[in-house]
């Protein structure tokens, strides 16, 4: 089967001739982000390194998606996926998007996910759904597990873009909690998941961290949570200030403060208008208690 390749390239437009009285810019201003020419560049090359023959490539900017699934399917992917995800963070949250071209591996199954990201990348996966890898300027998911992983991963290279300062807390939290979303009126929501049981285990069982403590973790400190808290925790805060109108006004609030409050913590507190965290905790516990899934 030969290569399937869609390029969507740009249209030239006419220009008018420039009056040879006309003063001339010292050198033409710089592009934002790759060209189409850089894409077909970029997908050219890609096309060497490809497994084998059954991939489809599609250019879905500022990714270039690959799958191993039938062409139909990558395709709806990518439209269906890629680009939703991507319209719908930047409407709500970010005003920057990766300058790097970045790469979406699809493989169609966990045998195809493991053997080639092994082949490709060096190591096999260390998460069975899907991982970014801002070292090799990827995105490789098993996209049999479903297209939430994906979502959660587009976040990552967004947020490295847009919000380089960015804790692992709130990058995870606003990661996660996209794995399951949807739009409500026209906005990119998330809903409740599969991490909510064990959150409310963890509540129960008086286990987790004040947000003082989850909003100061360094970024070893965050991962290393064997029991996954971190992230359970970080979502359903990215929850509730969603589900109260505020999270997109916390990111970008945070966002222009960081420098002054590189935890957020701060800004969270001002923003929730209270001077008892202690009592907006066990409110938000309770809160997290009475929430369902499926």
């Known amino acids: 089967m030969a290569h399937s390749v869609v390029l969507l390239l740009l249209a030239a437009s006419a220009l008018p001739a420039a009056s040879p009285d006309a003063p001339r810019p010292e050198k033409p201003l710089p592009a934002e982000g790759p060209t189409a020419a850089d894409f077909a560049q970029h997908v050219l090359q890609l096309k060497k390194r490809l497994p084998h023959d059954g991939f489809t490539v599609i250019i879905q900017k500022p990714f270039v998606v690959i799958g191993d699934e039938t062409p139909d399917a990558v395709r709806q992917r990518a439209e269906k996926t890629v680009k939703w995800a991507v319209d719908h963070l930047k409407a709500s949250f970010f005003?920057?998007?990766?300058?790097?071209?970045?790469?979406?591996?699809?493989?169609?199954?966990?045998?195809?996910?493991?053997?080639?990201?092994?082949?490709?990348?060096?190591?096999?996966?260390?998460?069975?759904?899907?991982?970014?890898?801002?070292q090799h300027k990827a995105l490789v998911m098993n996209i049999a597990t479903g297209g939430g992983t994906l979502v959660h991963e587009i976040v990552h290279p967004f947020v490295a873009a847009d919000f380089p300062a960015c804790p692992s807390w709130l990058n995870e939290g606003?990661?996660?909690?996209f794995e399951q979303c949807g739009t409500v009126d026209e906005r990119i929501e998330g809903f409740t998941n599969w991490r909510l049981a064990g959150l409310q285990n963890a509540i129960r069982d008086k286990r987790?961290?004040?947000f003082k403590t989850l909003c100061s973790t360094t970024t070893d400190e965050f991962y290393d949570d064997p029991t996954g808290t971190n992230y359970a925790q970080a979502r359903y805060l990215c929850y509730y200030l969603q589900e109260h109108d505020l999270l997109r006004k916390f990111y970008r609030r945070f966002r222009a403060d960081a420098a002054a409050d590189p935890t957020g913590y701060n800004t969270l507190v001002a923003l929730l208008a209270t001077d008892d965290m202690a009592k907006f905790q066990t409110d938000w516990e309770f809160y997290v208690l009475k929430l369902r899934f499926p």
């Open 95 to 134: 005003d920057k998007e990766p300058t790097e071209i970045l790469d979406i591996w699809l493989f169609k199954d966990k045998e195809s996910y493991e053997k080639h990201a092994a082949e490709l990348f060096g190591s096999r996966p260390h998460t069975p759904y899907g991982y970014y890898s801002s």
């Open 174 to 177: 606003l990661g996660s909690l």
């Open 208 to 210: 987790l961290p004040s």
